[in-house]
């Protein structure tokens, strides 16, 4: 037995209501049951957390993503952590695998909240010991937490798939210069070149508008990379911008499945060979077009809780 199982006892999933799929899936690949509990919403829509049994002593990991209806799914997850921590559970960790707010990290205009740090901060008083998430906005929101914790990347887990595609005479497209180092990643492990979507504001337009793309996509195949599809604008003007120049199959590869609005129209209406994502954020039936393709984070989520619990290293699983 490890020193971490004699101090915090054995492991638990307690689910949430945000991914109940990616949960089972968790609960599946460790072999631990879910932890019984009711999410109860009051008629004045309060919600009410309580558990069948006893958390005391135990490790337990909150699995709740933070996805629309946001803040009705971080208060669920607040209420679960502050529940634990009152049962006198002996770690808790929070896992979101996508973070909402994450977009709002910086004071970018005056008078602006910082969210996401808000956001961190309130995990860790409502009772979070640790943290795991996959593939933040930003980088630099790890510092906001005051707990230790883990960020994963979907981006094995997507590359692998690309590799097994076997396609030839493509190339890497950043959606923004903003992901032009992680997209660098994925142009370096697939032996592909690389290409920009140029963005730039143009007068007093509220966005930016795509403008040129650097590099060469001309009877290429295009991968578009990105972190997120919200509102599908930036991989959209991407999409448009690569078959002007002459691409061929356009492939949308991204971790998170936001599809916020009108999003899922307006991609369904573009010349998309495949649109690769996770289940990081479930998609509803009505979202799903017959070209998506879902990869499924629960065995990477699942051994990182497995080697959170007994006190491993989580780098060694990528040789790091």
């Not at 009410?48 to 490790?59: E, I, K, M, Y």
């Not at 971080?74 to 973070?99: H, N, Q, W």
């Not at 996509?217 to 599908?232: A, K, M």
């Amino acid at each position: 037995m490890s020193d971490n199982k004699r101090m915090f006892g054995d492991i638990q999933l307690l689910a949430g209501t945000a991914c109940p799929g990616l949960a089972q899936e968790i609960s599946d690949y460790l072999g631990v049951p879910l932890f019984g509990r009711d999410v109860i919403r009051f008629p004045n829509d309060n919600l009410f957390v309580r558990l069948h049994r006893s958390a005391r002593g135990q490790d337990v990991f909150v699995i709740q993503t933070l996805a629309a209806p946001v803040n009705d799914n971080l208060m669920e997850l607040l209420i679960m952590l502050d529940c634990l921590k009152r049962d006198s559970a002996g770690r808790i960790t929070a896992v979101f695998p996508y973070m909402g707010y994450a977009r709002s990290d910086k004071k970018d205009q005056p008078r602006v909240p910082i969210t996401a740090r808000l956001v961190a901060d309130m995990m860790a008083v409502a009772g979070a010991d640790r943290w795991l998430t996959v593939d933040l906005h930003a980088g630099q929101i790890q510092g906001f937490f005051c707990i230790p914790g883990d960020e994963m990347t979907a981006f094995h887990l997507l590359s692998d798939y690309l590799i097994k595609k076997k396609l030839e005479n493509a190339v890497i497209v950043a959606a923004d210069l903003g992901f032009a180092k992680k997209g660098r990643n994925f142009a370096v492990k697939l032996h592909m070149p690389m290409a920009f979507v140029e963005k730039r504001r143009v007068g007093n337009a509220p966005k930016a508008e795509a403008l040129t793309i650097i590099g060469d996509v001309e009877d290429r195949d295009v991968i578009i990379v990105d972190d997120e599809v919200d509102t599908g604008g930036s991989v959209i003007q991407a999409v448009e911008i690569a078959k002007q120049h002459g691409a061929r199959d356009v492939y949308l590869c991204f971790t998170h499945p936001v599809l916020s609005g009108s999003a899922v129209e307006k991609l369904a209406a573009l010349p998309i060979r495949e649109i690769v994502t996770t289940n990081t954020i479930p998609i509803p039936p009505h979202k799903m077009l017959p070209n998506i393709t879902v990869l499924s984070v629960a065995p990477l989520l699942g051994e990182v809780i497995r080697r959170v619990h007994e006190g491993r290293s989580v780098g060694e699983m990528f040789n790091e």
